[in-house]
Structures are given as structure tokens and as C-alpha cells.
T-cell receptor, first 114, second 113 residues
């Protein structure tokens, strides 16, 4: 158990809909990262927050947004969903935003868009 | 930009045989290097990492990796494979001012009895 929790575990929805994925980092970790994992794209970094502020952006679509709240939990919002958005979405956390800190990954949310 | 190449999307070994998973990176400055493992239906977890110091790094579950700067490689090895080692393995690199590691595409390790 990494100490990172993600809800829900599975999510099935239809095209055009909007969903919210939730992540609680390990106790004490200030940095949260979101990743998308799919068979064809591998593990893609989406966005990072550090202590409530956006720190880095990766290959995140404009239809996607995220935020980190004062209690450090984070939410990833996916809107106008398309079939291609079906993937595993991971949240990870680390103590700080240094590049030598390991990341602790949650179990993921499997999103299926029908 | 940094990149990570994992040679072989699948590696198959017999139980008890040597495990060798290859990782090469491109980086103009000394990198920080990581190996993560992902078991079925789970998130990634850290096996080992190299930051500075000794180039041979020992990790969990009997795995180790050696940082070879001249070859820009960080291959993962284990002397004797166990059935429980069957999983997806990811090499990752971060460097300089980038706090975000770049992950390789992953190598699926298959262990035959």
C-alpha cells in the first residue's frame, strides 16, 4: 500500500459526459502528479501540483483540468469525453517537487468511455 | 529534451534464470534514474533509484541496476527470476530543473515455470 488513494476504482460513462477523479496523497506529501496510461501511448504525464499551485503541465488536453485543494487532495476533471479518453488514470505523490524524489503511485482509476 | 528507451516490450525468462531489462536514456547532464514495477491491476512502485554516488544500486526483491554513464544505460538485473517477478517494469529519468520524470514505454517480464 503506497498510501495514495484514488476514487473511484472504476468509472464507466458515455461520450460527451464529464467525470471527476479524486486523489489523496500520502500524508505529508506536498506534490501531486496525474498520469494517463493507455496501451498505445504508454504512461503520459498530465499535470503536477505542488502545495496547491500548478507546477508543471504535460500532455494534458484542454478538455481536462485539475486542482489541488488546501487539504492537498487533488481532483482531475475530464469533460466532453471521447472514446479515446478510455485509459487508466494514476495519481502519484512525492514529498517535494525535487527531481530525485521518488513518486508514490495510487492504484489508479480505470475510465471506460462508451 | 530527455528520453528513455526500453529495449524489448516483452522479455520472457524461465524461473531461476537471469533477468536483464534494458534501459538507455538521453541526457546532456547527469540524470537521476529510476526503475518502477507495476503488478497487474496495481499502481507503479519504486524498485530502485540512482541519484549520486555508487553506480551499482540495489533495490527491493533482489533487483539491482548499474548506471553506466559512458553507455548512457541503466539496465535492471536479477540473478534468479521468480514467478512473482512477472510484471511490467518502467525505467524513468529526470534531470536538471525538470521535476517530472520521463518514463519509458515499459517492458513486460514473463516468467515461465
Amino acid at each position: 500500500d503506497s498510501g495514495v488513494t484514488q476514487t473511484p476504482k472504476h468509472l464507466i460513462t458515455a461520450t460527451g459526459q464529464r467525470v471527476t477523479l479524486r486523489c489523496s496523497p500520502r500524508s505529508g506529501d506536498l506534490s501531486v502528479y496525474w498520469y494517463q496510461q493507455s496501451l498505445d501511448q504508454g504512461l503520459q504525464f498530465l499535470i503536477q501540483y505542488y502545495n496547491g499551485e500548478e507546477r508543471a503541465k504535460g500532455n494534458i488536453l484542454e478538455r481536462f483540468s485539475a486542482q489541488q485543494f488546501p487539504d492537498l487532495h487533488s481532483e482531475l476533471n475530464l469533460s466532453s469525453l471521447e472514446l479515446g479518453d478510455s485509459a487508466l488514470y494514476f495519481c502519484a505523490s512525492s514529498l517535494r517537487d525535487t527531481n530525485y524524489n521518488e513518486q508514490f503511485f495510487g492504484p489508479g482509476t480505470r475510465l471506460t468511455v462508451l | 529534451a530527455q528520453s528513455v528507451t526500453q529495449l524489448g516490450s516483452h522479455v520472457s525468462v524461465s524461473e531461476g534464470a537471469l533477468v536483464l531489462l534494458r534501459c538507455n536514456y538521453s541526457s546532456s547532464v547527469p540524470p537521476y534514474l529510476f526503475w518502477y514495477v507495476q503488478y497487474p491491476n496495481q499502481g507503479l512502485q519504486l524498485l530502485l533509484k540512482y541519484t549520486t554516488g555508487a553506480t551499482l544500486v540495489k533495490g527491493i526483491n533482489g533487483f539491482e541496476a548499474e548506471f553506466k554513464k559512458s553507455e548512457t544505460s541503466f539496465h535492471l538485473t536479477k540473478p534468479s527470476a521468480h514467478m512473482s517477478d512477472a510484471a511490467e517494469y518502467f525505467c524513468a529519468v529526470s534531470r536538471g530543473g525538470s521535476y517530472i520524470p520521463t518514463f519509458g514505454r515499459g517492458t513486460s517480464l514473463i516468467v515461465h515455470p
